[in-house]
């Protein structure tokens, strides 16, 4: 236990009943697809714990939380096996997209999911999966690698993180940068960007110099 005592901070508190209450509303509404992703119930979450009175809680800690709990309540782990059904189905949208004929991997993973319905071996996939099977299959077939240019709406994502990561980059034990980035690139697959991990988090740190007048 930290030796409170002696001065030290605690950097874990427990969760009290009153949180995990609340918690488990949110794991059961995410595990029955009522959010599109785990960070949108995350952010729901905590501003229900907010309204009760609660302690303040990192979005990092409530997402990982209410991952597992839902992943308890019935929800898919993003890394479980994909069935031959499944990809077989999920081929037939990529190579339509592969073929332009989607305006964005977002809406092409949205008629993936309705091509797929609970046709897995335990129930629905999520769309962030179904939108990585998509993507990567169309570049298999010959869809271009190039990256655009940044758009304003993606600029306007990428600051609004930024702002958040300023507000709790002293917080060192959340990972506040990490956190930004994967929350930044959720938010734009949401939206049905096209961009990967690694080009948010050096396109995050690029902008926050050239907002600060560095670069």
Known sequence: MP?????????HTHWSRQEVGILDRFARALASDRYPSVEAAATACRLAMRDAGLPGRSQYGVRGRLRKQAESFGRLRRDRFWTAGELRRLARIASDYAAGLYPNVGSAAAAGLRALGRAGPKGRRTRSGVQRIIFDRAHDLGRPKRWRYWTEAENRMCDS????????RSVRRYRPSREAIAGFREELQNAGYERTLYACGTYFYK?????????
């Open 161 to 168: 993180w930024l702002r958040w990561y300023e507000r709790h």
């Open 3 to 11: 030796d409170v005592e002696a001065g030290r901070t605690p950097t």
């Open 207 to 215: 902008r926050r110099l050239r907002l600060m007048g560095i670069a």
